[in-house]
Structure formats: structure tokens, C-alpha cells
């Protein structure tokens, strides 16, 4: 016998050792028969998760003006807004999914607003809900309101009117499911835009 066991025990570890050197360079595709079982669970609950989102919307309790008055009539018995999924209004922007600036902002109030909506859970919506939101409104040439929210955050829906009815904020609560669940077509990505008012 020209090796004995240890010489054998080496020369077995050394090859296992430079075969597996080898195999890491050559990635092979997992077969559909052979799939891993995470995989699996992926494919199937990404359409559960994305139903999760879009049925149960968590706004934000955030009122700024006049329209905070409107906001809460939306809450209220006569809209009954937990009944299409816009459940209660959270105290706390990391049990939310969903800010709605109602009112207008000022120059000081930016940073708070910031820190909110980066506090909130991802993923993270706003709604501009009235003029004052989307365009500073009657002050909109003032020194300390911003025109608009837009200048400060990604806008996903804006509801117009001064002040606007909740009946509004309810359509607008609407179209946010539907671009939440991918049945609105447009850019994916939101970006804070200029003012075109400016």
C-alpha cells in the first residue's frame, strides 16, 4: 500500500477543500422541483402583503388649520371611514402608513413636519388635503407659508377645495388604495417637485 490512512485522510481533505474553491465561481439556478421552501413563502405572501397595505390604510392624526375641522368630521359616524379600510387615526407617526397635511405650513413648522414623516412607517403616503396644502392657499404670497406641501415632501394625492369636504379626502383615500395596490399607472418614484406657482 503506497499511502497510509493519514496521507489518504489529507489528500481526501485537500481535494474537498479546492472542489468547493471551484463550485463558489459557478452559481446554478435552483430547478422549480428543487426550489427552497423561502422562496416559496416569498412568491406567495408578496400578493398577501401588498393586499395588507392597500386595505388598511393608518392615517395620521395631523391637523394644522380649518381644514383639521373637516379631517375630523371624516373620522366621525356620518363618513364612517372604517369601513372601506382607513382605520383609527394614530397619535404616533410609527403606527402609521399615511400623513394628511390638512391646512397650511409654515416656514417653522417644516422641520417637525420632516421629522414626522420620516418617523412613519414604510411605507410612507401623504395626502395634501386642501388648498393651503397644495398651494398655500389665500396666504400663498406670504412670507412664512410655504406653497405648498410639495416643496417639502413627495405628494401621492391632493384634494382640493377651501375648505374641502370630507366626502373628498374619502375619494382621495380611494385613489391612494388603488395606487398603493398597482391599479394606478404612473412613475413609481415621488419626488419633491418646484413650485410652478413661484
Given at each position: 500500500?503506497?499511502?497510509?490512512?493519514?496521507?489518504?485522510?489529507?489528500?481526501?481533505?485537500?481535494?474537498t477543500?479546492?472542489?468547493?474553491?471551484?463550485?463558489?465561481?459557478?452559481?446554478?439556478?435552483?430547478?422549480?422541483?428543487?426550489?427552497?421552501?423561502?422562496?416559496?413563502?416569498?412568491?406567495?405572501?408578496?400578493?398577501?402583503?401588498?393586499?395588507?397595505?392597500?386595505?388598511?390604510?393608518?392615517?395620521?392624526?395631523?391637523?394644522?388649520?380649518?381644514?383639521?375641522?373637516?379631517?375630523?368630521?371624516?373620522?366621525?359616524?356620518r363618513?364612517?371611514?372604517?369601513?372601506?379600510g382607513?382605520?383609527?387615526?394614530?397619535?404616533?407617526?410609527?403606527?402609521?402608513?399615511?400623513?394628511?397635511?390638512?391646512?397650511?405650513?409654515?416656514?417653522?413648522?417644516?422641520?417637525?413636519?420632516?421629522?414626522?414623516?420620516?418617523?412613519?412607517?414604510?411605507?410612507?403616503?401623504?395626502?395634501?388635503?386642501?388648498?393651503?396644502?397644495?398651494?398655500?392657499?389665500?396666504?400663498w404670497q406670504?412670507?412664512?407659508?410655504?406653497?405648498?406641501?410639495?416643496?417639502?415632501?413627495?405628494?401621492?394625492?391632493?384634494?382640493?377645495?377651501?375648505?374641502?369636504?370630507?366626502?373628498?379626502?374619502?375619494?382621495?383615500?380611494?385613489?391612494?388604495q388603488?395606487?398603493?395596490?398597482?391599479?394606478?399607472?404612473?412613475?413609481?418614484?415621488?419626488?419633491?417637485?418646484?413650485?410652478?406657482?413661484?
Amino acid at each position: 500500500m503506497p499511502y497510509d490512512i493519514e496521507e489518504f485522510l489529507n489528500a481526501e481533505h485537500e481535494m474537498t477543500r479546492i472542489a468547493q474553491q471551484a463550485s463558489k465561481k459557478y452559481k446554478v439556478e435552483t430547478n422549480a422541483m428543487f426550489a427552497k421552501l423561502s422562496d416559496v413563502t416569498k412568491a406567495v405572501s408578496s400578493g398577501m402583503v401588498k393586499w395588507g397595505q392597500q386595505n388598511s390604510v393608518w392615517p395620521m392624526q395631523f391637523g394644522l388649520a380649518c381644514c383639521a375641522m373637516e379631517l375630523m368630521d371624516f373620522g366621525a359616524s356620518r363618513i364612517d371611514a372604517e369601513r372601506k379600510g382607513y382605520l383609527m387615526f394614530r397619535g404616533t407617526p410609527r403606527q402609521c402608513d399615511v400623513m394628511i397635511v390638512a391646512g397650511w405650513v409654515t416656514k417653522s413648522m417644516v422641520p417637525r413636519i420632516k421629522r414626522l414623516y420620516e418617523q412613519m412607517a414604510e411605507p410612507k403616503h401623504v395626502i395634501a388635503y386642501g388648498e393651503c396644502a397644495t398651494s398655500g392657499g389665500p396666504w400663498w404670497q406670504s412670507y412664512n407659508i410655504i406653497q405648498g406641501i410639495d416643496q417639502v415632501l413627495p405628494v401621492d394625492v391632493y384634494v382640493v377645495g377651501c375648505p374641502p369636504k370630507p366626502e373628498n379626502l374619502f375619494t382621495a383615500m380611494m385613489k391612494l388604495q388603488d395606487k398603493i395596490g398597482g391599479k394606478v399607472a404612473g412613475n413609481s418614484e415621488r419626488t419633491v417637485s418646484e413650485n410652478i406657482r413661484r
